[in-house]
């Protein structure tokens, strides 16, 4: 659920590693990105989600991690640790570039431009 507040459209398979249970979700299409969009928005939090995905870069991919118990609450909150453990998010995109700018653009007094 925490998962489903923050994206669409994903499919979910459940893996064990280690005698250790994960979900994995996985997506195609700036739809899927589309809640996560209007969540940055809505909580004015742009240049912080900006800052974190151009930090993290790498190639064709940008990857970070969400608080649990924030998501579950509907909100986005960059964080690399967390009691329940965090959601590693990681996108994809030959223009990944773009996609930054879409999902987080640049912003002066805190309107995009």
Same mark, same amino acid.
């Not at 489903?4 to 979900?23: A, P, W």
């Not at 609450?73 to 590693?88: H, Q």
């Given at each position: 659920?925490?998962i489903?507040?923050?994206?669409?459209?994903l499919?979910?398979?459940v893996?064990?590693?280690?005698?250790?249970? !994960?979900i994995?979700?996985?997506?195609?299409?700036?739809?899927?990105?589309?809640?996560f !969009?209007?969540?940055?928005?809505?909580?004015?939090?742009?240049?912080a989600?900006?800052?974190?995905?151009?930090s993290?870069l790498?190639?064709?991919?940008?990857?970070?991690?969400?608080?649990?118990?924030?998501? !579950?609450?509907?909100?986005?909150?960059?964080?690399?640790?967390? /009691?329940?453990?965090?959601?590693?998010?990681?996108?994809?995109?030959?223009e990944i570039?773009s996609?930054?700018?879409?999902?987080? /653009?640049r912003?002066?007094?805190?309107?995009?431009?």
């Amino acid at each position: 659920m925490a998962i489903e507040n923050l994206f669409s459209s994903l499919e979910f398979e459940v893996g064990e590693k280690e005698e250790e249970r !994960y979900i994995t979700a996985v997506g195609g299409g700036k739809e899927c990105l589309e809640k996560f !969009y209007r969540r940055l928005r809505e909580q004015r939090i742009l240049d912080a989600a900006r800052g974190v995905m151009l930090s993290s870069l790498q190639g064709n991919k940008v990857s970070f991690h969400l608080n649990k118990q924030a998501a !579950y609450a509907g909100y986005v909150n960059f964080s690399e640790e967390s /009691p329940l453990g965090a959601i590693e998010v990681e996108i994809e995109a030959e223009e990944i570039e773009s996609l930054i700018d879409w999902l987080a /653009p640049r912003t002066i007094e805190g309107r995009e431009v």
